[in-house]
């Protein structure tokens, strides 16, 4: 039987809850008053302010209907309105895409220019990384951070809009300042290992060489060749430049400690690439390149967005009730009122 696609518009998630609504009315009529006296319990003093036959707010045309309102709104957000909005297409690719993102210390090494002003490396990854992501429509992508250890910050998720903001909500330092290459390598194997996806691939984006974690990074190629998965290295960070301090102008070089022959190799081993990203405009060269490698078109899937509504007749079902009994308490209901 062919699935029923919802119209687009207002509709009820549980219509069938309307039915719910004359119960009130049903129940005032069927079922027998309740005795006068012998039977309390317990005493009510506002009791008589709502059945008196004189004064009682029932008996009140205005109150009677602002409660009956109130009732038809709690039913009414019960039943679940939604809105159901145009059908969308979404890219499906069978894809399981993780970022491996160095945050130690020495990602703070200002060697990069970025809209004319001078900033840390992390800074230029979260601009170009963090678009990268939101480019993957149809992947899961999930987001690893590593320093002296590798930790899992986004689990794999079509959500790349909140991924990409993660990324960007990450600082220096909160793994450690060591680089823990080998761990986040592992990480990857372990939540990838288990998921169906017909590719998975781990980019690993590091300035540094492995110099803290529980896994040597060959160890851990070794168990992501195991798992046919793809591994995409980065090395990040300025070549040779000309610095002036108090001494004079002398020669320094801020990628001395990458270690390009351990990426090589991890890349080579598993079936991936080896990049090098020296400023801004490079960076955003390899993740353009990385596009073309992992493309992103597919067979497409349709959906319909559901807002959900119920919020707001039951907001205006609460602000009813407390209007009532507000009213059950001013002081001339009150006077009204026969004791209890």
Not at 48 to 58: I, N
Not at 263 to 272: D, F, N, P, Q, V
């Amino acid at each position: 039987m062919a699935e029923t696609v919802p119209v687009e518009g207002l509709m009820l998630a549980w219509p069938w809850l309307l039915l719910l609504l004359p119960l009130p009315w049903l129940a005032r009529r069927i079922l027998p008053a309740a005795p006068r006296a012998g039977l309390q319990a317990l005493k009510v003093p506002w009791f008589s302010m709502m059945v008196s036959e004189q004064s009682g707010w029932m008996r009140k045309p205005l109150l009677a209907l602002l409660a009956g309102i109130a009732w038809i709104l709690l039913i009414a957000a019960a039943a679940r309105p939604q809105w159901v909005g145009e059908i969308e297409t979404l890219p499906i690719t069978g894809r399981d895409l993780l970022l491996a993102v160095d945050i130690s210390g020495s990602m703070d090494t200002q060697d990069m220019i970025l809209d004319r002003e001078a900033v840390n490396r992390l800074a230029v990854v979260k601009k170009v990384a963090g678009e990268f992501i939101q480019r993957r429509k149809g992947d899961r992508v999930g987001l690893i951070l590593f320093g002296s250890r590798a930790y899992l910050q986004t689990p794999l998720t079509f959500d790349t809009e909140t991924t990409a903001i993660l990324l960007n909500e990450s600082e220096i330092g909160l793994a450690g300042r060591e680089t823990a290459i080998g761990d986040a390598i592992g990480l990857a194997v372990k939540r990838l290992r288990d998921d169906a996806a017909s590719e998975r691939v781990l980019i690993l984006l590091t300035d540094g060489a492995n110099t803290s974690g529980e896994v040597q990074p060959m160890q851990a190629t070794e168990f992501a060749a195991r798992e046919s998965m793809k591994i995409y290295t980065v090395g990040v960070g300025a070549d040779e430049m000309m610095v002036q301090d108090f001494f004079g102008s002398r020669m320094v070089n801020p990628s001395a400690d990458l270690d390009e022959d351990t990426l090589k190799a991890i890349a080579e081993r598993t079936g991936g690439a080896y990049f090098r990203a020296r400023d801004v405009a490079d960076l955003a060269r390899i993740y353009k390149q990385l596009d073309e490698l992992e493309p992103v078109e597919s067979d497409q899937e349709s959906i319909r967005p559901v807002d959900e509504l119920f919020y707001w007749p039951l907001s205006g079902a609460f602000l009813l009730v407390l209007a009532l009994i507000l009213a059950m308490m001013a002081p001339g209901m009150r006077r009204g009122a026969a004791p209890a």
